[in-house]
């Protein structure tokens, strides 16, 4: 295509592998399963993985003011896997990336994402990630736990993982956030607030019991079930 560069092209042929993977009856279940407002071609996510790498492959290092809007081009459309293309590919290229993309491009996606599915994938591999690199970029998280959009008050939470597998979790941060969304009737915040604790526990049990035992008087049920589920 006149006037495409190399990742534009690189995208079109990795979507066209995709729709070639595509299955209408897995296309029905898991549109089912995942409650996505998009269209679904029906691929596995071992296939969306595939097409991903096939893009890293054809560019190694696109230069940013190619790769980002070209990334973003795909995270609009209205096709699930075409957005889960951009969301895995992404991951690809963190180490170009810094906290002046979590608090642009990168909170864009966000705002434009209306499942888990999306969500959590960019927190725990993409932006977390940049945090741990780029700690300023926590101030941005931060902020996220007071927004109106409940999926990036999830992003709040989750995006924490990275530093606790890590050991290097911001706990007065962590628990900020805990403290302004511990009483959310949403249950992906519920959730996720338990699901983090429950990761800690994994690595810092002793931290992540005093975590659970200073707010478990204002946790849910479910909350408090995820988090205590290794305790």
Not at 30 to 38: A, H, T
Not at 39 to 64: D, Q, Y
Request: hydrophobic letters at 40%; aromatic letters at 10%.
């Amino acid at each position: 295509m006149a006037g495409s560069s190399d990742i534009d092209l690189a995208l079109t042929a990795a979507a066209d592998y995709l729709r070639q993977k595509g299955n209408p009856e897995d296309a029905f279940e898991r549109k089912r399963y995942l409650k996505s407002p998009y269209e679904m071609l029906g691929c596995n996510m071992g296939s969306i993985r595939t097409a991903a790498k096939k893009v890293k492959r054809a560019c190694p290092e696109p230069p940013l003011n190619e790769l980002i809007p070209a990334l973003s081009a795909y995270y609009a459309k209205n096709v699930h896997e075409e957005r889960m293309l951009a969301n895995i590919a992404i991951t690809h290229y963190v180490d170009m990336l810094d906290a002046s993309h979590v608090s642009g491009f990168l909170k864009d996606w966000l705002l434009d994402s209306h499942n888990w599915d999306f969500v959590d994938g960019l927190c725990t591999w993409v932006i977390g990630k940049i945090a741990l690199a780029h700690p300023e970029a926590y101030k941005e998280i931060e902020s996220w736990t007071v927004h109106e959009w409940m999926w990036l008050r999830r992003a709040s939470i989750l995006c924490h993982l990275p530093a606790i597998r890590d050991g290097s979790l911001r706990v007065g941060q962590l628990k900020y956030s805990i403290d302004l969304l511990i009483e959310e009737k949403e249950f992906f915040i519920r959730k996720v607030i338990g699901w983090v604790l429950r990761e800690l526990s994994k690595h810092d049990p002793m931290l992540a019991q005093e975590i659970i035992g200073e707010f478990k008087d204002r946790a849910s049920k479910l909350t408090l079930r995820e988090a205590t589920k290794y305790l």
